[in-house]
């Protein structure tokens, strides 16, 4: 699992456990609806400075974002 696939995975998870949409999240952070649907896709990189956006957004450390879940570090 390379590392936009890592980000999208908790994205998609954080965003889905603070109850918002895509459309809620990409305000929120100052980016278009489909610039973080592809993000969430796997299809683009993220830069830090958008993960750190992100981060504030979810109220999670950025790391949280770039950290491999259990299973896909066994991939």
């Given at each position: 699992m390379d590392?936009?696939?890592v980000l999208?995975?908790?994205l998609r998870r954080l965003r889905h456990l603070?109850?918002?949409?895509?459309?809620?999240l990409a305000y929120d952070a100052g980016v278009s609806?489909?610039?973080?649907?592809q993000i969430e896709k796997g299809k683009y990189y993220a830069s830090l400075k958008f993960i750190g956006k992100l981060s504030v957004v979810l109220q999670v450390e950025a790391w949280e974002l770039l950290k491999p879940s259990e299973s896909?570090?066994?991939e």
């Open positions: 590392l936009r696939e999208a995975a908790n603070r109850g918002l949409s895509q459309d809620d609806r489909s610039y973080l649907s896909s570090a066994r």
